[in-house]
């Protein structure tokens, strides 16, 4: 049974960073894409975030390039997510997930975690 654990949400003041992690266990295929979602009270769940098994390819979104930095263990079967500089409309709940190839599309993804809420204070 495959399963995927985030932690590491909390509240945080905005200009703060955190540190997510997501842990892998089951019959994930190795060769899998991690990636990062969020979804925020009353808004569609939308893509921040993901990496390529090797680590050698990483995607982010446009709205958080240059803050956001997407890990991999492979080894540890965990991956981050490090959020800088966060503001109050990045307020959601944050989840990973597992892709056969890298995409943006929640559809591309087989498995889900159950998220981490992360809230940002003014």
């Known amino acids: 049974q495959v399963q995927l654990v985030e932690s590491g949400g909390g509240l945080v003041q905005a200009g703060g960073s955190l540190r997510l992690s997501c842990a892998a266990s089951?019959?994930?295929?190795?060769?899998?894409?991690m990636g990062w979602f969020r979804q925020a009270p009353g808004k569609e769940r939308e893509f921040v975030a993901a990496?390529?098994?090797?680590?050698?390819?990483?995607d982010y979104a446009d709205s958080v390039k240059g803050r956001i930095t997407i890990s991999r263990d492979n080894a540890k079967n965990t991956g981050n997510l490090q959020i800088l500089s966060l503001k109050p409309e990045e307020t959601a709940v944050y989840y990973c997930?597992?892709?056969?190839?890298?995409?943006?599309?929640?559809?591309?993804?087989?498995?889900w975690g159950q998220g981490t809420q992360v809230t940002v204070s003014s």
């Open positions: 997930a597992e892709a056969q190839g890298l995409s943006r599309q929640r559809s591309a993804y087989d498995y």
């Open positions: 990496i390529s098994w090797s680590g050698s390819s990483r």
């Open positions: 089951g019959r994930i295929p190795s060769t899998y894409v």
